[in-house]
């Protein structure tokens, strides 16, 4: 994140609060939210692809709103998972409700990406202390090929394959056109509950 603002000599016909500023957010050389005052284009905002006006009102209100729009750009980047205890019935409904709103266009307000196990046991035998590292580490390299996770993690070849395949057969890992594996997931949800 990087907020710079100068204070200029003099207003001028675009600046008439005698500001030069530029704040921004971004990943891997890509802007995910600006605002700025450049020459020609006055004062303007930076929404992922889009750009539009912005009303400088203060300089405290600027990087309320650019902080705000981080915010809300980084609440809607972020890729989620919901692990729940649940039965092939309670998945069933779920999907049934997606349906039905779709159907309606409206908005379906549960999550849309969700893994069920049956039991609390099922679900520990998949998610094990050790694939839990493994899909940290995984998530923080990117997409890679299980060799190289192999030597990141400093595991066995064999051993990681198993512990990958589960993973992937669970939904926990993805796997991309070039053979490679990786963990999507920002969040992984977890949701139990005591009673019916």
């Not at 307000?109 to 202390?129: A, I, M, P, W």
């Amino acid at each position: 994140m990087e907020m710079v603002v100068w204070k200029l000599p003099i207003a001028n016909q675009e600046r008439l609060h005698a500001l030069k500023y530029r704040l921004w957010i971004g990943r891997d050389g890509t802007c995910q939210v600006r605002y700025d005052n450049e020459q020609g284009k006055g004062d303007h905002r930076h929404y992922g692809e889009k750009e539009e006006s912005y009303s400088f009102t203060d300089i405290e209100t600027l990087i309320e709103d650019f902080l705000n729009d981080v915010s809300r750009y980084r609440e809607n980047m972020t890729q989620k998972i919901q692990i729940a205890l649940g039965t092939a019935s309670d998945a069933a409904q779920d999907i049934i409700a997606a349906w039905h709103c779709a159907e309606h266009n409206e908005t379906y307000t549960g999550t849309t990406e969700k893994l069920y196990f049956e039991d609390l046991e099922t679900l520990l035998k998949v998610l094990t202390q050790r694939r839990w590292q493994l899909l940290k580490t995984l998530r923080l390299a990117g997409p890679t090929d299980t060799l190289s996770l192999s030597k990141m993690l400093n595991w066995n070849d064999r051993e990681i394959q198993t512990d990958i395949n589960e993973l992937e057969q669970s939904g926990l890992i993805l796997r991309t056109p070039i053979d490679q594996v990786v963990a999507p997931w920002d969040v992984i949800e977890a949701q139990m509950r005591l009673a019916a």
